[in-house]
């Protein structure tokens, strides 16, 4: 019977620790973007179209993680971390 207290107090415990994390990258998200939003202003003031429209393609184009993929000698693709190399040399296969 105690150890069903514990759960659910530990239970309890973790929602209110991941919600008060969760709080904390929604305000830095929120900080980041009104950031960028004012680089966006100052470059459209200052007539630097270029850098405003890298700003504009930042924020159209969202986060795309980069992949990193090795073919192994038979041709299968290996996406771990691990590198391969070709035939003991220290360079890589197919990156």
Not at 9 to 23: G, I, L, P, Q
């Amino acid at each position: 019977m105690l150890d069903k207290k514990n759960a659910r107090r530990a239970r309890e415990e973790y929602k209110r620790r991941r919600y008060e994390e969760k709080k904390i990258h929604r305000r830095k998200k929120r900080k980041a973007w009104k950031g960028l939003m004012e680089e966006m202003e100052e470059a459209s003031r200052q007539k630097e179209t270029r850098k405003f429209y890298r700003k504009v393609n930042i924020i159209r184009k969202g986060y795309k993680p980069k992949i990193g993929v090795c073919k192994d000698k038979k041709g299968n693709l290996v996406t771990e971390k691990r590198r391969y190399y070709r035939d003991g040399q220290n360079t890589l296969m197919n990156y």
